[in-house]
């Protein structure tokens, strides 16, 4: 069995013992309360995090100056004093859960929207006008840059006031702090620009005043940009140069990295999947050798073993974990009782982040609890039990029938398939759905371990669901391909994308029907495989159908790929032995090709619901053959038809 006794392992800083050094990165509120407060969901999503065993659990993104400060409409403002009441609330819930409790301090700077500034300039280390910058910033005055200062400092006192045990400046990512820093926003010639330790100036202020504020025996965490990661950007060996300039100023110097003004250097900031676990990990580690002062690293850390190996060999003090806390809030408490096994695995997909930027609503791919966090801490009453039938392995019904048995029901599931799974199994072979494979091989043991009866290579009809006479019945069966009603299409160069294996035989020339999400991966991948690709999209942009984070980083994993060749506006008309015939704005073309794949997309599979729907009064129908969708629908629907069965 393995041992975690770097990652369990207390940390001290300046006073305050940490538990372990697994630490629940800042992440930003999905929505304040009409008041600008917090909400009772926002304290449960805390609590949660320091329930599940985080040492130090970090409330994301607080301003400073809610007049010059804010960025978007999310962000508590520390100048209102009628937040008190609301940051007290927030402290108590931490600590309720056994976690010390922190808030990241931050200021917008020129990254603000007008729109939350009533209308007024950003402002910013220098002017930038709206052609450059898309909006007209103005350089801040040196009245304004004090002004700020002490607006940092006077927000701190406040924390600790209200019982928080720490604070942490928010000195990368391009915001305010950080843009004084880097040559990119900082132009000035004055003392507060030009050189980097005239750069730094800002900053180093900021720190004195949170520290005045605070004094000695009050742990400050400042949070940088070992990198930034964007081209005319600074690299590690000036986060070396910042780190060392803050080194015995602050108690811990927590290693991000990137900035908000670049789409990718984001995407690098939040690595995805096509980036490999720990992305920024060697940032922490290369400061950590110049500095006295504890570091933590944070990004697309997922897997405990990497976790404690990276501790044991020095590669920082601890570890700051956000999307994984998401997808799984007792991760900290799993490692600790060595039941890493029962770790719901984060998918990096970007659904957490692309949902609050879209629809400012926090949601996970894989945990159905995400933005009902209270249900946690009160469960929804089970005010009958019965025999529930799912029918459909894949990760709709396997979150069907772990739920069922969770909340007392017996669960019986079918799967026509030899093995669980469903579609799921494209992830086989595929390197950067690695993440998906862990989830699967999760749902699939924990199903396995579980009070849940499976038959599996069973295709369920009328007579079986008669035989078993369930209380309910759950119908997760997936959904089917879309096949183009074109010349050709039954040719045998023609291969269905979602039945694509790692055994399956392609030639040389390869296109793609459908630029989707899911055409657009299967491409990537059949061209890492060493195969020329075309894909052909219909539509004039790609993948439409997923989350703003991932499609920046899957377009740029495209457009670095020499092997793809990338149609857009084009409507395939024919598929011959040689080939496929394609429509672009009125002409007609032909592209060469060996193998022909077809991602033109999903539909639900309404013939088999249709034929199994009535046969049980209390029957839902959830996941893809409801309607064709993300995984995340699937396993909330999972989650929900369970819970209502048991309601009434």
């Known amino acids: ?135 007209a910033v103005d350089e801040m005055t040196e009245a304004q840059i004090y002004e700020v200062a002490e607006a940092f400092g006077r927000a701190a006192a406040m924390l600790k006031t209200c019982g928080f045990d720490m ?71 000036t986060g070396i140069e910042i780190a060392k300039m803050l080194d015995g100023k602050v108690d811990l110097i927590h290693v991000s990295a990137g900035t908000n003004t670049d789409w990718y250097s984001f995407v690098l900031m939040h690595p995805g999947v096509f980036q490999k676990e720990g992305e920024n990990a060697n940032l922490a ?112 019904g396997m979150q069907a029938a772990l739920t069922a048995v969770e909340r007392g029901h017996q669960a019986v599931l079918y799967e026509a398939r030899e093995r669980l799974g469903g579609a799921l199994k494209f992830a086989d072979g595929v390197d950067f759905k690695a993440s998906m494979k862990r989830y699967r091989e999760f749902l699939i043991a924990q199903v396995e371990k579980s009070d849940v009866i499976v038959h599996t290579g069973v295709r369920v009809d009328e007579a079986i669901i008669r035989e078993e006479a369930p209380d309910a019945l759950i119908l997760a069966l997936g959904a089917k391909p879309l096949i183009l009603p074109v010349p050709g299409i039954h040719n045998s160069n023609v291969l269905i994308g979602a039945d694509l294996t790692e055994e ?63 149609l857009t506006g084009a409507r395939c008309t024919e598929i011959t032995d040689t080939g496929v015939k394609v429509d672009r704005g009125g002409k007609e073309e032909t592209i060469t090709a060996d193998t022909v794949v077809l991602a033109a997309g999903m539909k639900a599979d309404s013939e088999q619901v249709n034929q199994l729907r009535t046969i049980i009064p209390q029957t839902y129908v959830i996941g893809d053959c409801n309607q064709a969708g993300k995984i995340m629908r699937a396993v909330r629907d999972a989650y929900d038809a369970v819970v209502d069965f048991g309601l009434f």
């Open 285 to 396: 580690e290369e400061i950590r050798k110049h500095v006295k002062t504890p570091v933590v690293s944070v990004g697309a850390f997922t897997d405990p073993d990497f976790m404690e190996a990276f501790l044991e060999k020095g590669g920082a003090d601890a570890i700051a974990l956000g999307r994984s806390l998401i997808a799984d809030p007792f991760l900290p408490k799993k490692i600790m009782r060595h039941q890493t096994e029962d770790i719901r695995p984060c998918l990096r997909c970007g659904e957490c982040q692309g949902g609050m930027m879209a629809h400012h609503c926090m949601r996970c791919t894989v945990n159905p609890l995400i933005g009902r966090e209270k249900e946690v801490f009160h469960p929804v009453p089970v005010h009958h039990t019965g025999k529930i039938m799912i029918v459909g392995g894949g990760p709709a």
């Open 167 to 237: 604070v942490m400046i928010h000195c990368g990512h391009g915001w305010l702090l950080h843009q004084f820093i880097s040559t990119l926003t900082n132009r000035r010639s004055d003392q507060w620009g030009g050189s980097f330790e005239n750069r730094m100036r800002f900053p180093l202020l900021v720190v004195e005043k949170v520290r005045q504020a605070v004094g000695r025996n009050f742990p400050i965490e400042i949070r940088i940009s070992g990198s930034e990661r964007v081209e005319g950007g600074y690299g590690i060996e």
């Open 504 to 566: 399956s035989v392609l030639g040389n020339q390869v296109v793609v029907i459908g630029g989707g999400l899911v055409g657009c991966e299967q491409a990537l991948h059949i061209a890492r495989d060493g195969h020329q690709v075309v894909i052909l999209e219909m539509q004039e942009d790609l993948a439409t159908d997923c989350v703003v984070t991932h499609r920046e980083n899957l377009m740029h994993q495209l457009n670095c790929c020499d092997r793809i060749q990338i």
């Open 1 to 135: 069995m393995p041992r975690y006794d770097y990652l369990m392992k207390p940390l001290t800083v300046a006073g305050l013992t940490l538990k372990n050094r697994l630490l629940s990165a800042p992440t930003s509120m999905a929505e304040l309360g009409p008041d600008e407060h917090y909400t009772n969901e926002n304290f449960d999503y805390y609590r949660l995090r320091a329930a599940g065993g985080a040492a130090l659990v970090t409330v994301g993104d607080v301003i400073v100056d809610n007049a010059t400060g804010r960025s978007h409409p999310q962000q508590l403002g520390m100048d209102d004093p009628s937040v008190i009441s609301s940051l007290k609330k927030m402290a108590e819930a931490i600590h309720a859960g056994g976690a010390a409790a922190s808030v990241e301090l931050d200021h917008g700077g020129a990254l603000c929207d007008p729109a939350f500034l009533d209308g007024r300039h950003p402002i910013g280390p220098s002017a930038l006008s709206e052609e450059e910058w898309g909006v």
